[in-house]
């Protein structure tokens, strides 16, 4: 099974909205990272937020992590059509070496 | 600069053939990672390699074994294909000591699908 889950699976909305999304891990983590995957292709790194941090931001993208509850949130702000696609966090648990964990994705369809 | 550059982009095998899949890192990238990602799915981690050495591994068979040459590139290879092989496989390049601080970077993958 995996570490990590998100959540909705499925998100759709209007371009320009905001598109939220959560993920919630089991164990200690050294870092959470959020990736994006268009169509069943590579996946592209968007943020990475280390277990000392509380929030981050890039671009329209905010992260926020909360260690206490073993999870994490991404809002992509001003949604446009070609954000179109799934988004999945992944951890590198403390106890895991170098390997990244990631949940199942939530996919994000924005309408234009 | 180059990406990760996998091949071939498809491939279509019968079950008990073998296969391998190539992966060229990230310029200046000394660690590749092999990724199993299932329709539907987040992606499963298979093992990684540093320095020629499989540095860890995830939970697959001894089916799936691979290879890393001194110029960094790798190779995965999977004996006896299953039906269940089927998938989109993915490599991604890091640099050992950034792993903290950096994210991975993936390429485009190789979808295998055993028939």
């Known amino acids: 099974s995996q570490q990590g889950e998100e959540d909705p699976q499925a998100l759709s909305i209007q371009e320009g909205e905001n598109a939220t999304m959560n993920c919630s891990y089991k164990?200690?983590?050294?870092?959470l990272q959020w990736y994006r995957q268009n169509s069943g292709r590579g996946l592209v790194h968007l943020i990475l937020?280390?277990?000392?941090?509380r929030e981050k931001h890039s671009g329209r993208l905010r992260v926020t992590l909360d260690t206490s509850k073993k999870s994490s949130s991404l809002l992509i702000t001003a949604s446009r059509a070609a954000d179109t696609a799934s988004y999945f966090c992944a951890q590198r648990a403390k106890a895991a070496g170098n390997k990244l964990t990631f949940g199942g994705g939530t996919r994000v369809l924005v309408k234009p | 600069d180059a990406g990760v550059t996998q091949s071939p982009t498809h491939l279509i095998k019968t079950r008990g053939q073998q296969v391998t899949l190539r992966c060229s890192p990230k310029s200046g990238h000394d660690t590749v990672s092999w990724y199993q990602q299932a329709l539907g799915q987040g992606p499963q981690f298979i093992f990684q390699?540093?320095?020629?050495?499989?540095?860890q591994r995830g939970n697959f068979p001894d089916r799936f074994s691979g290879h890393q040459f001194p110029n960094y590139s790798s190779e995965l290879n999977v004996n006896a294909l299953l039906l269940g092989d089927s998938a989109l496989y993915l490599c991604?390049?890091?640099?050992?000591?950034?792993?903290?601080?950096?994210?991975?970077?993936f390429g485009s993958g190789t979808r295998l699908t055993v028939v």
């Open positions: 390699y540093y320095e020629e050495e499989e540095r």
């Open positions: 991604a390049s890091s640099l050992a000591n950034g792993v903290l601080n950096y994210g991975y970077t």
């Open positions: 937020i280390r277990s000392n941090e």
């Open positions: 164990t200690s983590i050294n870092n």
